[in-house]
């Protein structure tokens, strides 16, 4: 049979008044019963397991733009070349390792900036009842931005060491065929440790070392495949 499937994403963006083709996806990942049992591997450039969105294109969002939350610690979205690692656990549970590039914010600016980075993450899903779903899950990423990270404004350039973690609880409940009620809620938290230059204000390197923190709730009523209403704080 089949062991494995690959996907191409490109898109068209508008970058200093021309546009360019850019590449979004471009992965190769083993299908069930490939290699160990339960065991699962995927290789390229993907929208890795870093919090529950990041795995999905922004156009699959319940809302029109990411939590602030995503585009603070993540500049809306963690994209990056790398391998990941995932085993289904007896259940519904589920760990993944991976290991990537480190060419994507937080850690360079997809201009070989970056280096190294890492992540853990554990999915569990657990049934309420036959419409009823709980899941719960746990992220962390980590990495070093050896070559600098330069802010948006092109301006402040950030050395050191950057960890997130990301606690995940989603409620969700199937209420008719087509009717389905969400609550969903994650909570980032960030330690950065390095230093920071303003070439703007000509600081020189300054010692750095920070932590901060942001989540969001967001309620979600879809009434069909047409139509939803939702509210979302952060």
Do not use: C
């Not at 932590?211 to 495949?225: E, H, R, T």
Request: no cysteine; hydrophobic share 30%; glycine share 10%.
């Amino acid at each position: 049979g089949e062991k494995f499937s690959g996907s191409l994403t490109a898109a068209i963006v508008r970058e200093d008044g021309a546009d360019k083709i850019e590449l979004e996806e471009a992965y190769v990942e083993s299908l069930s019963g490939s290699f160990l049992d339960n065991t699962f591997f995927k290789f390229g450039r993907a929208f890795w397991n870093v919090g529950v969105l990041n795995p999905q294109h922004a156009h699959a969002d319940d809302f029109a733009d990411r939590p602030l939350p995503y585009r603070v610690f993540l500049n809306k979205a963690y994209n990056d070349d790398g391998l990941e690692a995932s085993y289904l656990l007896s259940g519904s549970g589920e760990i993944g390792l991976g290991v990537f590039r480190g060419d994507d914010f937080p850690y360079g600016n997809n201009n070989s900036q970056g280096s190294d980075s890492w992540s853990v993450y554990y999915k569990s899903n657990f049934a309420l009842s036959n419409s009823e779903k709980l899941k719960f899950n746990l992220y962390h990423l980590s990495g070093k931005s050896e070559n600098g990270r330069v802010s948006n404004e092109d301006t402040v350039t950030f050395r050191g060491d950057s960890d997130l973690s990301v606690i995940s609880l989603d409620y969700e409940n199937t209420y008719s065929s087509e009717g389905k009620f969400k609550i969903s809620s994650e909570y980032f938290y960030r330690n950065q440790d390095g230093t920071f230059e303003d070439s703007e204000a000509s600081t020189g390197n300054v010692n750095f070392d920070d932590n901060d923190s942001g989540y969001y709730i967001a309620l979600v009523n879809q009434f069909n495949d047409h139509l939803s209403l939702g509210l979302r704080y952060s």
